[in-house]
């Protein structure tokens, strides 16, 4: 399997920082960028395939959980955030993990893995590309 493509969503640098860090140890994902707000990850995301968002919910202009809402169809999902009175609605949107900040490594690993796990049940396999249907023609006499 090749690497998931994952973003930053968060407007604090050094959220940013930790995170990135944490990422450079995971073979299996590749950075594409980090973004400061939601505006700039909805760019990314019209423009990129992104398999994975880390993102935050207190951020300016619009929150995380009111970014998410707004997508037609969401990269897997982990939350960052310092609020965990939010956990309920990350869940009720399909997030894969919900971390509360600080992060520490064994946590932001055991997401990961959360992530790594749905992304490749949900990864299209050769099969995928046939119809999951047939028709049957019969001699209705």
Do not use: W
């Not at 994902?29 to 990314?44: I, M, P, Q, R």
């Not at 019209?46 to 300016?60: A, G, R, T, V």
């Not at 992530?115 to 490749?120: E, P, Q």
């Amino acid at each position: 399997m090749s690497k998931l493509k994952c973003i930053i969503v968060d407007d604090e640098p050094l959220a940013q920082e930790v995170l990135e860090r944490y990422l450079e140890n995971i073979r299996e994902l590749e950075l594409v960028t980090k973004c400061n707000n939601a505006l700039e990850a909805f760019e990314v995301l019209n423009h990129e395939n992104i398999d994975l968002m880390f993102l935050d919910i207190s951020m300016p202009v619009i929150s995380g959980i009111d970014f998410l809402r707004s997508l037609r169809k969401s990269p897997a999902v982990i939350i960052t955030t310092a609020h965990p009175d939010f956990a309920l609605q990350g869940y009720e949107l399909d997030v894969v993990d919900y971390l509360v900040k600080p992060v520490s490594l064994e946590r932001f690993m055991k997401a990961v893995n959360k992530a790594l796990d749905r992304v490749k049940q949900h990864a299209p396999s050769e099969r995928s590309n046939k119809a999951d249907f047939m028709f049957v023609k019969s001699d209705q006499s």
